[in-house]
């Protein structure tokens, strides 16, 4: 799913939308379920719909490729018993199925780590997705298909501290008892998938709040998808590679132009909503083009393989930084805007390679101007 698809999912989890059916698993900390809930949307008031709404759409929030990720189902799990099938069958059940619901509910208690409690909300909504002309608009009263679709979050459930609170109809402070209450989610997935506007049985969408906490025992355990690499994993691998490819040939001029080719390519490709790859042959390419010696690269395909994965993709956002350019040592730390990067120059004076950076009208230091030096005159 690209931005583009996951606006156009979120947008709809409100009330009076979509969502037909909300269904939850409440958990102790030992991993007890303490009680299944069974709400009925129509006896539901409009306030408590709308925080379940916006608990729901924290679950597809944040930056594709660092909170929101793309996966497909392997084979097997399409097979009759695999997890991609038990997804499926409560989807095509809109959750009516109640046995289905338990075992569920008992395999993400299985599989979820947390010390505290919890709750596992689990929804389900049908779309009548309208279908666009070929100016890109919407055409009232037509559509290509339905997507029928479960959401699913797994929110910590936490205790608030007693005090006093403003009540707005009082007018004043009241005493607040201590209670339980629901946080936003930390763990999330969206099936099936939203792939060029139509539904993507094959795939999901997962979510996770933090990159350090990604609950992989979801993806992997609960739904047979594996996670891709996290963002700074990414950073890292890149990294390590552009210094082993370019060695000696790792120079300042190299590395800028590196970066450069790949905001690029960000840039060249912003209007899709689609978050840009770069492929094993691609990224030998850029090696290439920016230093890399052929000797060296001839060995290149299978330190990647070995190092990211064999048909593995990198995203470029989490290779470089889009915004600025950062030259730093122990001792000291630049930070250039990207469009200004190329006015920084090197150059060997008497053996010894030093960063040039000219001086303007706007330099400060410690937020004094700083003046140009007076140019000597040349007629003496």
């Known amino acids: 799913m690209d931005k583009k698809a996951i606006s156009e999912i979120r947008k709809l989890i409100k009330p009076d939308s979509c969502i037909d059916r909300i269904r939850a698993c409440y958990v102790n900390e030992e991993g007890e379920v303490i009680c299944e809930l069974h709400d009925s949307l129509a006896a539901m008031e409009k306030e408590s719909l709308e925080k379940y709404c916006e608990i729901l759409r924290g679950a597809m929030s944040g930056k594709p490729g660092r909170n929101l990720f793309n996966m497909e189902f392997p084979l097997e799990e399409e097979a009759e018993g695999g997890r991609q099938q038990l997804l499926y069958r409560l989807q095509q059940s809109e959750l009516k199925n109640d046995e289905l619901l338990t075992l569920f509910f008992n395999k993400v208690v299985e599989n979820f780590r947390c010390q505290s409690k919890y709750l596992i909300l689990l929804v389900h909504g049908t779309y009548d997705i309208p279908a666009r002309g070929t100016d890109n608009e919407e055409m009232e009263d037509a559509s290509d298909y339905v997507y029928s679709f479960l959401l699913c979050c797994i929110c910590p459930v936490t205790l608030m501290k007693e005090g006093l609170c403003y009540d707005e ?124 010696d052929q000797s060296v690269l001839s060995d290149f395909d299978a330190a990647y393989d070995e190092a990211v994965g064999e048909g593995v993709p990198l995203m470029a956002e989490n290779l470089v930084e889009t915004t600025k350019l950062e030259v730093k040592s122990p001792s000291l730390k630049i930070s250039v805007k990207a469009d200004m990067a190329d006015m920084l120059r090197t150059r060997v004076i008497d053996g010894m390679e030093y960063l040039l950076i000219p001086v303007v009208d706007e330099l400060e230091v410690n937020g004094i101007r700083i003046l140009q030096a007076k140019k000597e005159d040349s007629a003496g």
Not at 193 to 217: V, W
Not at 266 to 288: C, F, H, T, W, Y
């Open 169 to 292: 109809e009082a007018c004043t402070f009241l005493d607040r008892r201590m209670d339980w209450a629901v946080q936003k989610p930390v763990s999330g997935f969206l099936f099936p998938a939203f792939n060029d506007r139509q539904p993507d049985i094959h795939s999901l969408l997962y979510y996770c709040r933090k990159e350090d906490e990604r609950h992989e025992e979801i993806s992997s355990d609960l739904l047979g998808c594996v996670l891709p690499i996290p963002e700074s994993g990414q950073k890292e691998l890149f990294k390590s590679m552009v210094e082993q490819t370019l060695g000696r040939d790792c120079t300042f001029e190299n590395v800028k132009n590196l970066n450069d080719a790949v905001n690029e390519l960000i840039e060249q490709n912003k209007d899709s909503g689609e978050p840009v790859q770069i492929e094993k042959a691609q990224m030998r390419r850029l090696l290439s083009e920016n230093g890399a």
